[in-house]
């Protein structure tokens, strides 16, 4: 048997507050596993001073070469930065 934390023994803490302490460490340790997974992901962010249509081409253009070598793509988002430059995020997993 494994030996556990003293916070998360019952002879200190008292049934109601072991209770508490169980579940968030039980929340904590899927909370990891969520952090972990999140590795998989990647955000590219494209900006032009030309044209929302020379953005779109970029965009394309780096989606269908994403996906070729083997990225799913999540999302696309455009937008404009703070001095108003069109901008694009992709995100994408592998």
């Given at each position: ?71 799913e793509i999540v999302s696309v988002a455009f937008g404009?930065?703070i001095w108003w430059m069109p901008t694009s995020f ?5």
């Amino acid at each position: 048997m494994a030996a556990t934390h003293p916070a998360r023994n019952k002879k200190t803490l008292g049934s109601a507050a072991f209770k508490y302490v169980e579940i968030i460490a039980n929340t904590l340790s899927k909370f990891k596993k969520k952090i972990i997974t999140m590795k998989d992901y990647s955000i590219i962010k494209l900006s032009t001073m030309w044209s929302s249509e020379t953005l779109r081409a970029d965009t394309e253009r780096l989606i269908n070469e994403k996906v070729t070598e083997g990225y799913e793509i999540v999302s696309v988002a455009f937008g404009v930065n703070i001095w108003w430059m069109p901008t694009s995020f992709v995100t994408v997993r592998k």
